[in-house]
């Protein structure tokens, strides 16, 4: 059983950026494809940014050049760094650790972007 921990969400101005953690334990954390998702209201939860086990990522086409995911495989980490933040990336961002033997989910930290 793998449990997902997400933090840094929160409130930043259009424009800003944020760094999103997602710490790992119960699981070989390295074996593991990572991803972000988010879910805004009234809308389905999508892919922001994956990570594979190893390394090679792939972004939504609305973050390209914005949002950078990387993993340090030695803190059983995830990060996702969020630059040039934009209104509608606000959302509900959701950790998701992924390979044959199961899939697990964050509780989800929330980011919102206003001014």
């Known amino acids: 059983q793998v449990q997902l921990v997400e933090s840094g969400g929160g409130l930043v101005q259009p424009g800003g950026s944020l760094r999103l953690s997602c710490a790992a334990s119960?699981?070989?954390?390295?074996?593991?494809?990572m991803g972000w998702y988010r879910q805004s209201p009234g809308k389905q939860r999508e892919l922001v940014a994956a990570?594979?086990?190893?390394?090679?990522?792939n972004y939504a086409d609305s973050v390209k050049g914005r949002f950078t995911i990387a993993r340090d495989n030695a803190k059983n980490t995830v990060y996702l760094q969020m630059n040039s933040l934009k209104p509608e990336d606000t959302a509900v961002y959701y950790c998701?650790?992924?390979?044959?033997?199961?899939?697990?989910w964050g509780q989800g930290t929330q980011v919102t972007v206003s001014s």
């Open positions: 990570i594979n086990s190893g390394g090679i990522t």
């Open positions: 998701n650790a992924m390979r044959t033997v199961g899939v697990y």
């Open positions: 119960g699981g070989i954390f390295r074996l593991y494809n």
